[in-house]
């Protein structure tokens, strides 16, 4: 009886729960819709060409002409900060394909093979996570120049033991499965046996990871690009348009308040998508 209780009192939390989780997953979804719209729109059409620049134009307010204003050159910021979402969402989708690409296939060979693979790929893992996105950026800087593929790859290379750990334990809990073992008693090979019964049983978790991982690299690109290591000048970019508004914020703290604001949106936005992701997948939570 009192496990009856326990349970009611659980499927009752879990149905109070429920709600608030589809609120939050459906406006992380509205948010991140609204992020991928202004990146198409901005493809075909923007209010002012992005880079033309007007002397007489310098540090406007917003206006009828110039919804968001002007910057120090004259162009328009509403305009910049539109292109800036196709280079922000670039930057996103292939820092994470780069970080999950590799680290999937390290978590495949160390949880799969095991034995001293294992070990040489964990140690890969750690020696990888002892270098920053921004300390690698630094050091591929050093050595070709700065830029947004160098944005890029840093970034991605710095998600690569989050994917690397996440596949590794998924295979190591699975292929002593039941299953699987009964898969490789019939005849069935390794590659079948990683490609059909125990990688997609891994997907639930690795999109998570992905999903979650899309702002931070959002955030790191403009992280590097206010440094002066990401997207370079005049292409616009969130983080270089706040490093370029820091000297004009008596002036025009507009200049400032739009790109901070898109890319808080966006970290808001990609982060509650993250979170009803988890909430949907997770059998636990559900």
């Not at 033309?52 to 134009?57: D, F, K, L, R, V």
């Not at 998924?170 to 499965?177: I, K």
């Not at 992280?223 to 370029?244: C, I, N, V």
Request: charged letters at 15%; aromatic letters at 8%.
């Amino acid at each position: 009886m009192s496990c009856w209780i326990r349970a009611s009192a659980m499927s009752r939390g879990s149905r109070r729960r429920r709600p608030f989780r589809h609120l939050t997953f459906t406006l992380g979804v509205a948010i991140t819709a609204l992020l991928i719209a202004t990146a198409a729109l901005s493809l075909v059409y923007t209010p002012q060409d992005p880079l033309a620049m007007s002397i007489t134009g310098r540090l406007q307010g917003p206006s009828g002409a110039h919804l968001f204003g002007t910057d120090q050159y004259g162009r328009d910021v509403l305009s910049r900060v539109m292109t800036a979402t196709v280079i922000s969402i670039a930057v996103g989708v292939i820092a994470v394909g780069i970080g999950a690409a590799i680290g999937i296939v390290i978590g495949i060979a160390s949880g799969y093979v095991g034995g001293w693979i294992d070990e040489a790929f964990m140690r890969l893992v750690d020696a990888i996570q002892g270098f920053p996105a921004i300390l690698s950026a630094l050091l591929f800087a050093a050595v070709f120049a700065p830029g947004i593929v160098i944005s890029m790859v840093a970034i991605g290379i710095a998600f690569v033991p989050a994917f690397a750990r996440l596949t590794r334990a998924g295979f190591l809990e699975l292929r002593a499965r039941e299953f699987v073992v009964a898969a490789r008693a019939l005849g069935a090979r390794d590659r079948r046996l990683i490609a059909r019964h125990i990688f997609p049983n891994t997907l639930a978790p690795l999109i998570v990871q992905a999903t979650t991982s899309f702002p931070i690299a959002i955030l790191a690109e403009a992280g590097l690009a206010y440094l002066g290591l990401g997207t370079q000048p005049p292409h616009p970019s969130w983080g270089l348009m706040l490093r370029e508004a820091q000297n004009f914020l008596s002036m025009n703290p507009w200049f400032a308040v739009f790109p901070g604001g898109a890319i808080a949106l966006t970290v808001l936005g990609l982060n509650l998508l993250g979170d009803g992701l988890r909430d949907l997948l997770d059998p636990k939570t559900a």
